[in-house]
């Protein structure tokens, strides 16, 4: 029987590393940061979402409550900062306590440096779409046709009509 060759040679990911390290010194402060994360548009919603994100939770040394820190651009950060009782409430109404008990907020620009660039959420409704060319559908379903999965096969018809309609751009 042949071996697999590696093909991380030896290295693993780092959020393999650190994943359970960080989930635990989470838990073991009453929440789980990555959830705030994950689901920071549901838990602060869409507004707020689409002007900021959160880069950080940190502790104190004296164990009460966390620091959130909020990324955002310098235009929106008087915004923000008007909103940071919101902000925090919200973040806690999803914990049941107040894990957060302050909020900081971060300023940077768009673009610039790597470590400085932020991308927020676009807002939605806001750009239009062509509909796709009879022609480019039907070239798509032709190439899906022998699939049997039906979600496949739609996904499939999608990407095909993305993929045909982008090329001729």
Known sequence: MARRSST????KRTATLLGDRIRRAGESRGFAVSRV???WSEIVGED??????????????SGFGATLSVLTTGAQAPMLEMQK????ARVN????????SRVRITQTAKTG???????????????????????????A?????????SDLRSALERL????????KE
């Open 8 to 11: 991380t040679k030896g290295f």
């Open 37 to 39: 994360l994950t689901h």
């Open 48 to 61: 707020l979402a689409r002007i900021c994100r959160p880069v950080e939770v940190s502790y104190g040394r």
């Open 85 to 88: 009782e919101q902000l925090r």
């Open 93 to 100: 109404a999803v914990y049941g306590y107040n894990a957060i």
């Open 113 to 139: 440096f790597a470590e400085g660039q932020a991308t927020f959420l676009q807002a939605q409704g806001t750009r239009e779409v062509a509909p796709p060319d009879p022609a480019t559908v039907t070239r």
């Open 141 to 149: 379903r032709a190439v899906a046709n022998d699939i049997t999965d």
């Open 160 to 167: 095909g009509q993305n993929v045909l309609s982008t090329s």
